[in-house]
């Protein structure tokens, strides 16, 4: 699957944006989706991840409260509102395709976007 990522830019603290992530291919549908961000210095880590019905979500506690990952299997689409950004927030955003998952442990799958940057700043 391709995953092509839009939405990104620069924003106030306090501010908010939508990412989204549009998947080519027929397979969107039936796997677990999620944003990864990675921001410089640090190493890349899971910031929201849907299962494939959108039913079940998790989050990192860095933005529980705040983000709200969510998807339409019937556009191949999947969304990240982020509100009550802030600094720590900024980041090179990468949705990822077909994660796993075993418990409430879910694992990178093997295909991912080109990433959009997001900038919070005043």
């Known amino acids: 699957v391709q995953l092509v990522e839009s939405g990104g830019g620069l924003v106030q603290p306090g501010g908010f944006l939508r990412l989204s992530c549009t998947a080519s291919?027929?397979?969107?549908?039936?796997?677990?989706m999620g944003w990864h961000r990675q921001a410089p210095g640090k190493q890349r880590e899971l910031v929201a991840a849907?299962?494939?019905?959108?039913?079940?979500?998790k989050y990192a506690d860095s933005v529980k409260d705040r983000f709200t990952i969510s998807r339409d299997n019937a556009k191949k689409t999947m969304y990240l509102q982020m509100n009550s950004l802030t600094p720590e927030d900024t980041a090179v955003y990468y949705c990822?395709?077909?994660?796993?998952?075993?418990?409430?442990?879910?694992?990178?799958?093997?295909?991912w976007g080109q990433g959009t940057q997001v900038t919070v700043s005043s």
């Open positions: 849907i299962n494939s019905g959108g039913g079940s979500t």
């Open positions: 990822n395709a077909d994660l796993r998952r075993y418990g409430s442990s879910w694992y990178a799958g093997d295909s």
């Open positions: 291919g027929s397979t969107f549908s039936i796997i677990n």
